[in-house]
């Protein structure tokens, strides 16, 4: 798996993948997919969904490890509220 493009962990049932400039993973649980795909998706459904939407999905993580005061290092994992107010920004967020 390729932090960087992101991909399925079976182990915690998330997709996980680096924001942008961020050493730390972020993580999206899979009730987090169900909530923003409005059914209960697969891993190839949550990667697909997360792969058109990636831009958003990036604002989200560095919204949130701004708003967090994360280290660079630190993990952090997005919620679906995180996810659906990038959806609606399309400009970054910090």
Same mark, same amino acid.
């Given at each position: 798996?390729?932090?960087? =493009?992101?991909?399925?962990?079976?182990?915690?049932?998330? !997709? /996980?993948?680096? *924001?942008?400039?961020?050493?730390?993973?972020?993580? @999206?649980?899979?009730?987090?997919?169900?909530?923003? !795909?409005g059914? =209960?998706?697969?891993p190839?459904?949550?990667v697909?969904?997360?792969?058109?939407?990636r *831009?958003?999905?990036?604002?989200?993580? @560095?919204?949130?490890? /701004?708003?967090?005061?994360?280290? *660079?290092?630190?993990? !952090?994992?997005?919620? =679906?509220?995180d /996810?659906?107010?990038? !959806?609606?920004s399309? /400009?970054?967020?910090?």
């Amino acid at each position: 798996m390729d932090g960087g =493009s992101g991909g399925w962990r079976a182990d915690i049932d998330a !997709l /996980v993948f680096q *924001p942008p400039n961020h050493q730390g993973w972020c993580a @999206v649980h899979r009730l987090a997919f169900r909530t923003l !795909l409005g059914w =209960s998706g697969r891993p190839a459904d949550c990667v697909a969904f997360f792969a058109a939407r990636r *831009p958003a999905f990036d604002r989200a993580a @560095v919204a949130k490890i /701004v708003r967090c005061g994360l280290r *660079p290092t630190m993990n !952090l994992h997005l919620t =679906s509220r995180d /996810v659906a107010r990038a !959806l609606e920004s399309p /400009v970054a967020t910090p």
